[in-house]
């Protein structure tokens, strides 16, 4: 079974709107970490955000902000006030504890800023 | 500004050429990565190094041989590849303590073609 899943290959938004990118996740491990990273077409994987399993408030980091919904084991990442500098593909990626340095990346979304 | 480095940023080889690949990073962090990113697929982890020890090689062909002669810097020696290891080369670091909040900090990439 996958262990990141992103199901919106590409999407599309508004410059200004807000644009909210889905990732669900498989664990069976109670300590974990989640990560959201950017990738523009220089291929440079960006560091966005993070949220741990264990944390009580969704993580936000300026205009990123991550839906977590723990029973649903979804962590979708919000960007507000969309610009057309964050077009790029985005990852969402999983640690977990019992499996040290394994990353699991999830296959991306593709997101187009419209002016 | 990136902490990570990758050199060349682009690569050509022939299937009968022997290169590699550097990384190096400047965040003071003890462990390294190599990945291995192909079209429509997700991230795929090659080789970790913790304090310049391989600690996971994850069913990579012999054709890619790592080497971390220190904490900083990682190489990725090619010889006798395939055209079907043509693809982006991600190099990361982080600092390594094997707990789900170590953030992963990646380089550039280096962009192989294998003709």
């Known amino acids: 079974a996958q262990k990141i899943t992103q199901t919106q290959p590409g999407m599309f938004v508004q410059e200004k709107e807000a644009v909210t990118l889905d990732c669900t996740y498989d664990t069976s491990d109670p300590s974990y970490g989640l990560f959201w990273y950017k990738q523009p077409s220089s291929g440079e994987m960006i560091f966005l955000i993070y949220?741990?399993?264990?944390?009580?408030q969704n993580a936000t980091e300026g205009r990123y902000s991550l839906n977590f919904q723990k029973a649903r084991k979804s962590a979708n990442l919000v960007i507000s006030a969309s610009q057309l500098g964050d077009s790029a593909m985005y990852f969402c990626?999983?640690?977990?504890?019992?499996?040290?340095?394994?990353?699991?990346f999830g296959t991306g979304t593709s997101l187009t800023v419209i002016p | 500004e990136t902490g990570v480095t990758q050199t060349p940023r682009h690569l050509v080889m022939g299937m009968t050429n022997k290169k590699s690949l550097k990384c190096e990073q400047h965040?003071?962090?003890?462990?390294m990565y190599w990945y291995k990113q192909s079209a429509k697929k997700p991230l795929e982890l090659m080789f970790v190094?913790?304090?310049?020890?391989?600690?996971e090689n994850n069913s990579v062909p012999s054709r890619f041989s790592p080497e971390c002669p220190n904490s900083s810097h990682l190489f990725l020696h090619l010889h006798t590849l395939q055209p079907e290891d043509s693809a982006l080369y991600l190099c990361a670091s982080s600092q390594g303590r094997g707990r789900v909040t170590d953030t992963q900090y990646f380089g550039p990439g280096t962009r192989l073609t294998v003709l």
């Open positions: 949220q741990g399993s264990y944390d009580q």
């Open positions: 990626a999983m640690r977990e504890t019992n499996t040290g340095n394994q990353f699991y």
């Open positions: 190094y913790s304090l310049e020890e391989r600690v």
């Open positions: 965040l003071g962090h003890n462990a």
